[in-house]
Each structure stands twice: as C-alpha cells, then as structure tokens.
C-alpha cells in the first residue's frame, strides 16, 4: 500500500551509459515531481508535471526527459550518463489546485555513475 | 528568487529536551510552508503542512509556527527522544506554480 513508489532504489552503471527511473504514486493525485539531491543533501526540484504535462522544467541538461504517460506514472530517463548525475533522485506527488499542496515523497533511487 | 534559510545546520540534544528548528525565506508571498523529516537512505516524510492563512499547526509533541509578514517558521519538539534523530527540512511553495523550495536542512541528535 505504498503510496509514492520509485524503482530501482538503487543503481549503479557506467559513464555514458542510458537508464530510466520509474516512479507511481496511487493517491489519486493530479501532480507530480522529480527532485534531485546532491551530495551535500540539498534538495532540488528538476519536473513537475500535472495532468500528463509538463509544468515545471528547471535547468536541467536535456539528457534527463521525463515521460508521464498517466497521472500515476512520471518516469525519469538519463542519457549519456555523467559522473555528477550520481545523487539520490526522489520522485513525489501532490494534488494540484483542488488540494492543500501537501507534498508526498518516494524512497528515493540513489544513482551512482563510475 | 526564493530562498529558504534553515537555522541551526545541526543540534545535539539530551534525551528529554525542548527544542526550536529555526526556517526563514526570503519571498513572503507563499501558498504553504512544509516541514518534512528525513532518516538517513530514507525519502522525506511530511510532518506538518502551514498553509498561508494559518499561524500554526500541532502534530503530538510538534508544533509548527509560520509568520508570513516576517518570513519564519519554526519547528518546535517537546520531550524530544533519540528516535527524533533526523535531518529536519523546511520547504516553501510559492503563491503561484507548484515549485516547492527547500532549505538545507538541520540535522538533529538527540543523545539517550
């Protein structure tokens, strides 16, 4: 009864190497996100999408292209991977203008780049 | 830009104590201010939610106050407990947009 689930949670591969984090939330939320956490555990917002769109895209290498192909589902994709992609990357869901904009987050992938 | 400050970057405390986790931004036009608790390799739990018309909310020994005017929020513990060892993050969302900020984090000790 998980309610933000991420996979792999784990993840280790080589420099230059293409991999994809999947994330589903079942709370019947309308909005969900991805934030990456460095090293020094600073956490960032990268997505943000609502109802299958994308909302919000920050600065972000356009190696990373996220796909939402349901308002349960947001999967993250990395290609060409660089050793400062490693980091924990969180995937989390909210409900968007209808709820109180509470925030809940996954377990975390913590990827790590050779 | 917002910007979201957390004050101390880390505590420790005797088992027992009271505690203030200090978070101040620096854009006082918010939708909610989030107080949120992460366990080492773990994701982030929610621990309180302030939305902008609100002073306050109370969750059993945590208490969370936001002064909008000023920029602040606070996370108080009472009876603190070793299992209350975390990191502590504050997080803003703006008026406008769903981008939720957040600060650096404190990490908290408390000593049994």
């Known amino acids: 009864d998980t309610a933000v689930s991420q996979t792999p949670k784990y993840l280790v591969t080589q420099m230059g190497n293409d991999k994809s984090i999947k994330c589903e939330q079942n709370?019947?939320?309308?909005?969900m996100y991805w934030y990456k956490q460095d090293s020094k555990k600073f956490l960032k917002i990268m997505f943000s999408?609502?109802?299958?769109?994308?909302?919000i895209n920050e600065t972000v290498p356009n190696r990373f292209s996220p796909k939402s192909p349901d308002k349960a589902h947001l999967n993250l994709h990395i290609n060409s991977l660089e050793l400062g992609d490693s980091a924990v990357y969180f995937c989390?869901?909210?409900?968007?203008?209808?709820?109180?904009?509470?925030?809940?987050f996954g377990e975390g992938s913590r990827l790590t780049v050779l | 830009k917002q910007e979201v400050t957390q004050i101390p970057a880390a505590l420790s405390v005797p088992e027992g104590e009271n505690l203030v986790l200090n978070c101040s931004f620096t854009?006082?036009?918010?939708?909610?201010l989030q107080w949120f608790r992460q366990d080492p390799g773990k994701g982030l739990t929610s621990l309180l939610l302030?939305?902008?018309?609100?002073r306050e909310q109370t969750s059993g020994r945590l208490n969370a106050s936001l002064d909008k005017s000023s920029g602040r929020s606070t996370l108080y513990i009472a009876a603190s407990q070793p299992g209350d060892s975390a990191t502590y993050l504050c997080?803003?969302?703006?008026?406008?947009?769903?981008?939720?900020?957040f600060g650096a984090g404190t990490i908290l000790r408390v000593k049994s």
């Open positions: 989390a869901s909210s409900l968007g203008d209808r709820g109180t904009g509470e925030l809940f």
């Open positions: 709370l019947g939320h309308d909005t």
């Open positions: 999408y609502n109802n299958k769109e994308l909302i």
């Open positions: 854009d006082s036009a918010i939708y909610n």
């Open positions: 302030i939305q902008s018309s609100q």
């Open positions: 997080a803003v969302r703006r008026e406008y947009g769903n981008k939720l900020v």
